[in-house]
Each structure stands twice: as C-alpha cells, then as structure tokens.
Nanobody, 126 residues
C-alpha cells in the first residue's frame, strides 16, 4: 500500500517562505506523477501544482505561479513544494497525492490521483 506523509507546514508571516515535503513509501516513487493540492476552511480542495515522474513537466495553478516551485528527488522518494512570498490567502491544509499513470497532469483534477497524504497545515498571517 502506497503511503504519503507530508511535513513542513506551520505559521509564517505574509511574505515569508516554507518548504513542504512529502515522503512516499510502499511503492516505486518514480512510477508516479505527483501533485500538491490544498483546502482552505469552507472551500473545496484545489489544485496547486503537479510534476511528471522524472520532473520534466511541471504545472501550476495561476495564483501560485512565480511564487511556488514543485520538485522531486526520486532517490529520496520525496516530493517538495517550495513556497515563497506567501500570502494570507495561501492559508490551507496542503496535501500531496500520487497520480494514476497517463492522466493529464495539466488539468489538476483531484480524481486523477489515487493516493493521498494526511495533509499539513499552512497558516499565513497578515
């Protein structure tokens, strides 16, 4: 069974930075394209970023382009999300997820992902 564990969330002031990590076990990490999603209180889960199996293709939602960077280290079975210039509207629980083979990563559809972590809270104060 594939397991995903996120870490790195916390409380940060607006303009600050955080790096989220997601360690994957129970499967061959390099077989999965990966994604980050987030869910704010009272809102639906939304796509943040995705990355192909070897990291060549990366996609971002418009609101984080130029501020967030998704990356992966297949040797460490770890996915990352570097978040810079954070804004209060970035406050949410952030989830990493592993995608099914062949799905269109650029569409950012949550139902294309089979495995999910438990989430890590990111809070940005103004």
């Amino acid at each position: 069974q594939v397991q995903l564990v996120e870490s790195g969330g916390g409380l940060v002031q607006a303009g600050g930075s955080l790096r989220l990590s997601c360690v994957v076990s129970g499967g061959t990490f390099s077989n999965y394209a990966m994604g980050w999603f987030r869910q704010a209180p009272g809102k639906e889960r939304e796509f943040v970023a995705s990355i192909s199996r070897i990291g060549v293709r990366k996609y971002y939602t418009d609101s984080v382009k130029g501020r967030f960077t998704i990356s992966r280290d297949n040797a460490k079975n770890t996915l990352y999300l570097q978040m810079n210039s954070l804004k209060p509207e970035d406050t949410a629980v952030y989830y990493c997820a592993a995608a099914r083979p062949g799905v269109p990563l650029e569409l950012g559809r949550s139902f294309d992902y089979d495995y999910w972590g438990q989430g890590t809270q990111v809070t940005v104060s103004s």
